[in-house]
């Protein structure tokens, strides 16, 4: 087989055990996931209550254009329909975006750690990578802006970042973007963008009327609870738009995942009910690291990324054995770190108890108080 040279030793994205899987394994009744950054809470009951008297003919295509949810989004944001690109997920749109920008002889830009996908397909297409390190779990912008040169064609900039949940504040984004040279693609990557609240952070549709060379992704997979309808889309100017979606596969968002989406963007007071109750549940996991003189990271998302000060593959299996999925810092970039999705307000003070609880008897925190 020809394969391309640059797959060779690659890994494909390894997503944590399923909760069944993990149950069969300990014996547990119960298993919680807090590793994906799902919404604990689901989705609006307006989506269960439509999917539960759905009687779509799914024997046909779906519409490859999602007229419907196109004109819903339109609405929603207050840009036109042509400035829309729809993706099975906002990864689908990080993949078209490499697929039509990235190749042999160009490099992209990104923070360190950030979201794995990115770097992951400019390998696929053979472009150079270049990751700068983040400072205090945000993006250095100055280092990002002196790592572009000649050949620079796609720049990432994750807001709020995952895995740390920091942001980029508006001042920080607009100086930014004012000295990428215009032929350099910046990505703004918005998949937590329902959750931040820092005044810092102002609305950023602005940002892609300005510059031609701006693209915002969102997805329905995190605040809207549609994780497994895959649906993201990209924000643009026209002509972005027009050069991207020859590159989109047809038919890539399904009749009902386009249907969900429509019936859970019109719930915007679920959406802020779920931003009040992240906020609170996020204060729990602030709490107890600073009880116990833990680093967590700012967040402006619904994780937290916080210190262990031990091997947080060890912390992972642990928490795993009493029934919580969580992410180990190791396989994120950020050692003796765990990413814990925030849950309800029961899940978390469960964790919590279980994590102290875990601590002392494998003698992983000394210091905890």
């Not at 047809?250 to 429509?262: C, E, K, M, R, Y």
């Amino acid at each position: 087989m020809k394969w391309k040279q640059q797959i060779h030793g690659m890994k494909a994205y390894q997503p944590g055990k399923p909760m069944e899987e993990v149950k069969k394994m300990f014996g547990l009744d119960e298993v919680i996931k807090l590793a994906s950054n799902e919404n604990p809470f689901g989705s609006s009951p307006k989506v269960k209550a439509f999917l539960q008297q759905d009687e779509t003919n799914h024997a046909i295509y779906p519409d490859g254009y999602a007229q419907n949810l196109r004109t819903a989004v339109a609405n929603h944001l207050g840009v036109k329909e042509t400035e829309l690109i729809f993706g099975n997920g906002s990864d689908d749109l990080i993949a078209i975006i490499t697929r039509a920008l990235l190749y042999p002889g160009v490099n992209t830009v990104m923070a360190d750690p950030s979201f794995s996908q990115y770097w992951h397909n400019a390998e696929i297409e053979g472009a150079e990578v270049r990751k700068i390190p983040c400072v205090d779990g945000r993006h250095d912008l100055d280092a990002m802006l002196a790592a572009i040169d000649e050949n620079t064609s796609v720049v990432w900039v994750c807001s709020p970042n995952n895995p740390t949940g920091t942001i980029v504040t508006d001042v920080e984004l607009q100086n930014f973007l004012k000295q990428v040279p215009s032929d350099v693609l910046v990505v703004l990557d918005e998949a937590y963008i329902e959750y931040v609240n820092d005044p810092a952070h102002e609305p950023t549709l602005k940002y892609f009327r300005e510059y031609e060379n701006v693209i915002l992704l969102r997805t329905f997979s995190k605040a809207y609870g549609l994780a497994s309808f895959r649906v993201g889309y990209g924000i643009a100017q026209e002509q972005v738009i027009a050069k991207l979606d020859p590159v989109r596969a047809p038919f890539n968002n399904t009749i009902l995942s386009q249907q969900a989406a429509i019936v859970a963007l019109g719930d915007q007071d679920y959406i802020a009910k779920c931003r009040e109750a992240n906020e609170k549940g996020k204060q729990q996991y602030v709490a107890w690291c600073e009880k116990h003189g833990l680093h967590y990271y700012p967040s402006q998302t619904n994780f937290v990324l916080f210190e262990v000060k031990a091997d947080s593959n060890v912390v992972f299996e642990e928490m795993m054995k009493r029934g919580f999925i969580i992410r180990s810092g190791a396989a994120l970039g950020a050692p003796s770190y765990i990413r814990v999705t925030i849950g309800t307000e029961e899940q978390n003070a469960k964790f919590l108890t279980l994590l102290e609880e875990v601590t002392p008897k494998y003698n992983l925190f000394f210091f905890l108080k």
